[in-house]
């Protein structure tokens, strides 16, 4: 069946520091891939999302890339602010299909 | 509201009793999903509906579970004889349609906490 493997937590980084969240997935089609992020109180927010191969979602700073060769969704963020501190989740959709396999979820702490 | 709703924002019963969680989705969504959380992972689907019917109920862990969406917008589901197990944050989530190629986005509640003592 579909599944979602994510880097384990908790991750702590300072102001301004390279932030990179890894994510792989196993699926029998061509699912779309998703990051979705889950502020401090929120619920969980679309934060980007890519449908097929070579495909990259960014948003708010942050870039993934879908490689297929290497069934990864890997999340990138240059410059991390305070306001980034979140639990991040990858997830997938197979195709044809609407429910969503997440990842366990990593959680963010960015430091001032 | 703007966004999904759901009530009550945390529920804490004894072993053994009825619970009812209810979803507000958005005006005009006709897909409603519901997922289970448990600490320290991510969401596991537990049911679909599009419109009033249950399209897929496949994630729904047991018979004590079941979900309604008799007119096709709020969603109740509903968990009989609770065991500790349940314990878990329930999350409902809905979007404009249902998945494919053009996958509308799902917005998610800020789910329920459901404690069972």
């Known amino acids: 069946g579909d599944s979602v493997t994510q880097m384990e937590g908790p991750v702590t980084l300072s102001e301004e520091a390279f932030l990179t969240i890894n994510c792989t997935y196993t699926?029998?089609?061509?699912?779309?891939l998703f990051w979705y992020v889950q502020y401090p109180g929120e619920g969980l927010q679309l934060l980007l999302k890519a449908t097929k191969a070579d495909d990259k979602g960014s948003n708010k700073g942050f870039e993934a890339t879908y490689r297929k060769e290497t069934t990864s969704f890997h999340l990138e963020k240059g410059s991390v602010q305070v306001s980034d501190s979140a639990v991040y989740f990858c997830?997938?959709?197979?195709?044809?299909?609407?429910?969503?396999?997440f990842g366990a979820g990593t959680t963010v702490t960015v430091r001032a | 509201g703007a966004g999904v709703s759901q009530t009550p924002s945390n529920k804490v019963t004894e072993k053994g009793k009825y619970v009812e969680l209810r979803c507000d989705p958005i005006?005009?969504?006709?897909?409603l999903y519901w997922y289970r959380q448990s600490l320290g992972q991510g969401p596991e689907f537990l049911i679909y509906f599009q419109g009033t019917g249950a399209a897929d109920d496949s994630g729904l862990p047991n018979d004590r579970f079941f979900a309604v969406r008799p007119e096709g917008s709020v969603s109740t589901l509903k968990i009989q004889r609770t065991e500790r197990g349940d314990s878990a944050v329930y999350l409902c989530?809905?979007?404009?349609?249902?998945?494919?190629?053009?996958?509308?986005?799902?917005?998610f509640g800020q789910g329920t906490r459901l404690t069972v003592v």
């Open positions: 699926a029998t089609g061509y699912p779309s």
């Open positions: 989530a809905s979007s404009l349609g249902p998945g494919g190629e053009g996958r509308s986005e799902a917005f």
């Open positions: 005006s005009g969504h006709t897909a």
């Open positions: 997830a997938l959709s197979d195709s044809g299909d609407y429910k969503l396999s």
